[in-house]
C-alpha cells in the first residue's frame, strides 16, 4: 500500500495526512511516499510529524514493515526539513539532521524539543523559578525569530513563544513539547508549539462546565485555567488564564492563531473563528504574523485591559498575571 503526501505541510492538509495514516494503522508493508510535497510551514510540519512518530511507533510495536520513498535533498522541500530535523522528529532514522543538531539564524528556528525536566534542573542549578528558566528559553528562541535580541519584536515574540511553552507544560502533563518557527523575507513569521499529552479537554472539565464540541472556545476565553482553583504554591507558572486569549487575539488582528486538540482544530483570523473536525492526541498552537504591531505594549495592553474586562463580566479571574504585563 502507497500512501502519497500533500504537496504541502499545512493546516489546510492535517485531515487528509490524519485520515490516510489511520486508514493505514495495522496494515503491513506500507511505503510512504514524500514525492509529492514541495511546500512545508512550521505548524503543519509539526503536526505531520506528530502524526507520523505516533503511527510508526505503534507499527513498529505490531512488527509492521513501513518504507518511505521520494526523499531527496535536491528539492528545496526535502532538503529544509532534513536540515530542520523534521524526519528525524517524525520517528525516521537516518534521514537527515537529528532533532537539535541544527542551530538555525535570524530567519528560522528548526525542530527543537523543551524538556521540562531540563528546566527544572536549571532551576534547581540557579534558584530562579520555574517561570524565570521558561522566559530565559523563550527569549532565546525569540531572538532568533525576530533576528535581533532587543527591541519590540523581540519582545512580542518572546512573549508569545513564553505563554504557549507555559501552558503547554502545564497543561499537557507531556514530558516535553516541541517547537519551530520561520520569518520569511516579506516580514511574515510564524511559531509552533505541540505536545503530545492529555489535550485540552482533559485538562479544563475537571474546572468548566465544557465538551469536547467547545472547549478550544472556552480555552482561548481571558482568565480560563486550571490553575483558577489553585493556590498561589499550588501555580508555579504563574499562570493566570491569559496567554491563549492574547495569542488569539494578536494572530487574530496580524495574520492567524491555530488551536487544535481531541477532535477539533480551532482557527481566529481577521476576527473570525472557525472550528473544524481534526483528531488530535494532546495540543497544537500556532500564531503566524503578517506585520508586527509597531508599539507591541500598547496592542498587548490593550488586549489585556479587555480581557480583563471580560473575564470579570462572566465571572472568571479577571486579573493577567504579572509577568504578561511587563514586556
Known amino acids: 500500500m502507497d500512501i502519497k503526501r500533500p504537496n504541502e505541510f499545512l493546516p489546510p492538509s492535517l485531515r487528509r495526512l490524519q485520515a490516510d495514516l489511520a486508514k493505514s494503522q495495522h496494515i503491513d508493508n506500507v511505503n510512504v511516499d514524500f514525492s509529492p510535497l514541495v511546500f512545508s510551514k512550521p505548524l503543519g510540519m509539526l503536526v505531520a510529524g506528530s502524526y507520523f512518530r505516533r503511527w510508526i511507533c505503534v507499527r513498529r ?3 509492521l514493515k513501513t518504507t518511505h520513498t521520494g526523499i531527496t535533498a535536491k528539492r528545496n522541500a526535502h532538503s529544509y526539513l532534513m536540515h530542520l530535523g523534521f524526519f528525524d522528529y517524525a520517528g525516521m532514522s537516518n534521514v537527515g539532521n537529528k532533532v537539535g543538531v541544527a542551530q538555525g539564524n535570524t530567519r528560522y528556528l528548526p525542530i527543537r524539543e523543551i524538556k521540562r525536566q531540563e528546566l527544572e ?8 523559578k520555574l517561570i524565570d528558566a521558561i522566559v530565559f528559553v523563550s527569549d532565546g528562541l525569540a531572538n532568533v525569530l525576530a533576528g535581533t535580541d532587543t527591541g519590540e519584536i523581540k519582545k512580542s515574540f518572546s512573549y508569545s ?7 503547554a507544560l502545564e497543561h499537557s502533563g507531556a514530558e516535553s513539547c516541541f517547537i519551530c518557527g520561520q520569518r520569511w523575507v516579506n516580514g511574515h513569521s510564524e511559531i509552533a508549539i505541540i505536545d503530545e499529552g492529555v489535550g485540552i479537554y482533559n485538562t479544563l472539565s475537571p474546572v468548566y462546565d465544557v465538551t469536547n464540541e467547545n472547549v478550544l472556545e472556552h480555552a482561548i476565553k481571558p ?4 490553575t483558577n482553583k489553585m493556590s498561589e504554591e499550588e501555580n508555579i507558572y504563574g499562570n493566570s488564564g491569559f496567554g491563549l486569549f492574547v495569542l488569539s487575539e494578536l494572530g487574530s488582528s496580524f495574520g492567524w492563531f491555530c488551536l487544535g486538540s481531541g477532535m477539533k482544530k480551532l482557527t481566529c483570523v481577521k ?14 498552537v500556532g500564531i503566524h504574523l503578517n506585520s508586527i504591531p509597531l508599539s507591541f505594549s500598547g496592542v498587548l495592553l490593550d488586549i489585556i485591559s479587555s480581557g480583563e474586562e471580560e ?4 465571572g472568571r479571574n479577571s486579573a493577567a498575571s504579572v509577568i504578561s ?3
Open 311 to 314: 473575564a470579570q463580566k462572566e
Open 61 to 63: 510495536a505490531e512488527g
Open 161 to 167: 513563544i513564553r505563554e504557549v511553552i507555559r501552558n
Open 271 to 284: 476576527q473570525n473563528r472557525t472550528t473544524v473536525d481534526l483528531p488530535y492526541e494532546g495540543t497544537f
Open 121 to 128: 534542573d536549571r532551576v534547581k542549578e540557579t534558584g530562579e
Open 325 to 327: 504585563k511587563t514586556i
Open 223 to 226: 482568565g480560563v485555567s486550571r
